[in-house]
């Protein structure tokens, strides 16, 4: 789903040193619950500019320990349509005003962001569980998404096309769509929050956040700070909510014919259900679904270099996104040295532990069930002679916890090469030609981001081309940044986020002919 550029280094295997510093070890003493900044930290829905509650509330678990780190309002259809009522009483004035206004007050929540930085970073990691200095990287990637549709605002042009008589003039005007329901999910809870609000607050928009039941305190805490900012009453809603309650508020949100426009992260098969809720409105809708990422390694890679872009595209945030690699394949001459230096690197540098601990670079996965299909993935692989090379199994730091795995001997045939795993799990497959590379990379039905390595320039311009992803990584294992167009093809959505095509999604084209002159 999101990711930061790391700063280069001059040695290739520091590529991914801030988030990968360490031995491979059990780090800290226990599951001790979290302490959180109560100046951020807020349990209620966000509604018209004031804090509500509901009829109930739901507990945000620390990954790492199980441990409660707080309770919020289990807001229901009602209050989600509360929340869409509010952002459409706010959206003639917000929409009317200057775009210098709307890139000031934007520019004060990223300054206010920035100023609590390291407090949303932990708020991150209490209830995401990644490693903290991975949720300051969030912090600083979800922060330079408001600076960058706080300058974006003032860049929304129209045109004015030459008429085919002499007494017409014909103007094209760019207009907010309207209120925009926002659905985001648990592993950048900040980031992807921040990537479709900015652009939809920029191009005039007014929205209802629904964050993941995973994740609500981040949602909640950039509410906090927009308030603070001076953000309109009704411009930024957030209404938090249960796993039980999830469905119900999605289709309410999906359906509401006072809602524009749907912006959605998560998996393709949820995507597709509030595809069909939206589609008897007709809403504008882009989404950033599943990935199945390939990384290719040829023959004429730089293999050292190719090692740590793996070791980064692979495992932050212990294989939770959705631009994690998911497949690796390896040309058959290099194919042993690969996996050589690609295991010597897991064991050396990746440190397993609470997210809270120095020197952590791999932290719990989100919940239990996501533990059980990395497992369910390697027992499949490994019944149909896939070999372990290292990890293989649950770490006894807690129940969420699963080493960093290497695998051999991969297959097509198996099940980590068919469907996304979401954990820290690298399945390499041995290939022999570029065609036979790009066939396997290409069959799945999604295709979010693909990398590959090679040092052959021609090469490089065949198998970007023809590679059937939205992105593609070339001798770059992180490649995501603020300004460049985030989306996939096929399956894994529609439309693009961030860059200066981000703010598109939120507007309509108004075509105005003036007769008569």
């Known amino acids: 789903m999101a990711s930061w550029r790391l700063p280069r280094t001059p040695l290739l295997l520091r590529a991914a040193q801030r988030l990968l510093p360490a031995p491979l070890r059990r780090s800290g003493s226990g599951p001790a619950p979290p302490r959180l900044p109560g100046s951020l930290v807020r349990s209620g829905g966000f509604v018209g500019g004031g804090w509500v509650q509901a009829a109930s509330a739901f507990p945000v678990l620390d990954p790492a320990s199980g441990a409660e780190v ?13 929340a869409v009522r509010a952002a459409r009483e706010a959206g003639p004035g917000w929409s009317a005003a200057p775009a210098k206004e709307r890139s000031a007050l934007l520019r004060k929540w990223y300054s206010l962001m920035m100023e609590n930085k390291d407090d949303l970073a932990k708020i991150i990691t209490a209830e995401n569980g990644k490693p903290l200095k991975e949720a300051e990287g969030e912090i600083l990637y979800s922060a330079s998404f408001l600076e960058w549709f706080a300058e974006e605002a003032r860049h929304i042009y129209g045109d004015i096309i030459p008429p085919s008589v002499k007494d017409r003039r014909i103007l094209v005007l760019k207009q907010p769509v309207g209120v925009a329901a926002i659905i985001t999910p648990w592993n950048f809870p900040s980031a992807m929050i921040t990537r479709k609000v900015g652009a939809a607050l920029a191009a005039g928009c007014t929205v209802v956040v629904k964050p993941a039941e995973d994740t609500p305190l981040s949602a909640l805490a950039l509410a906090e700070l927009a308030n ?58 882009s989404m950033e679904l599943g990935g199945h990422a390939p990384f290719i390694v040829f023959d004429s890679a730089d293999v050292d270099r190719a090692v740590a872009g793996a070791l980064a595209s692979k495992y932050r945030n212990s294989g939770q996104t959705c ?9 058959k001459r290099i194919h042993d040295a690969f996996v050589e230096k690609f295991a010597k690197a897991i064991e050396r540098e990746l440190r397993v532990g609470n997210g809270f601990d120095e020197g952590t670079t791999q932290g719990p996965l989100i919940n239990e069930k996501a533990v059980g299909k990395v497992e369910r993935h390697i027992s499949d692989a490994v019944s149909q002679g896939a070999s ?47 065609a036979e590379a790009i066939a396997i990379a290409n069959s799945a039905n999604v295709g979010l981001a693909g990398y590959f390595y090679s040092q052959d320039p021609a090469q490089i311009w065949r198998v970007a081309e023809q590679m059937e992803v939205g992105m593609v990584g070339v001798n770059e294992g992180i490649m995501s940044s603020v300004e460049c167009p985030f989306g996939g093809v096929k399956q894994s959505g529609l439309g693009r986020e961030g860059s200066k095509y981000g703010i598109d999604e939120y507007l309509e084209i108004k075509y105005v002919c003036f007769g008569g002159l």
Do not use: W
């Open 323 to 331: 631009v994690c690699t998911n497949r690796f394949l390896v040309q």
């Open 228 to 285: 603070q900012a001076g953000i309109p009453a009704g411009v930024y809603n957030v209404v938090p909510c249960s796993q039980q309650q999830t469905p119900a508020v999605g289709e309410a949100l999906c359906t509401d014919p006072l809602v524009a426009k749907i912006s959605f992260t998560g998996s393709t098969a949820t995507g597709k259900i509030l595809l069909h809720h939206a589609a008897g409105t007709v809403k504008r809708v």
């Open 388 to 434: 372990i090379v290292t990890g293989g199994k649950r770490h006894s730091f807690g129940k969420n916890f699963f080493e960093p795995t290497l695998l051999s001997n991969v297959t097509t045939n198996m099940l980590c090469t068919q469907e996304e795993t979401f954990g820290p799990l690298a399945p390499v497959i041995k290939f022999d030609t570029e």
């Open 70 to 82: 707080g309770r919020v309002a289990d807001c229901g259809v009602a209050e989600a349509r509360a």
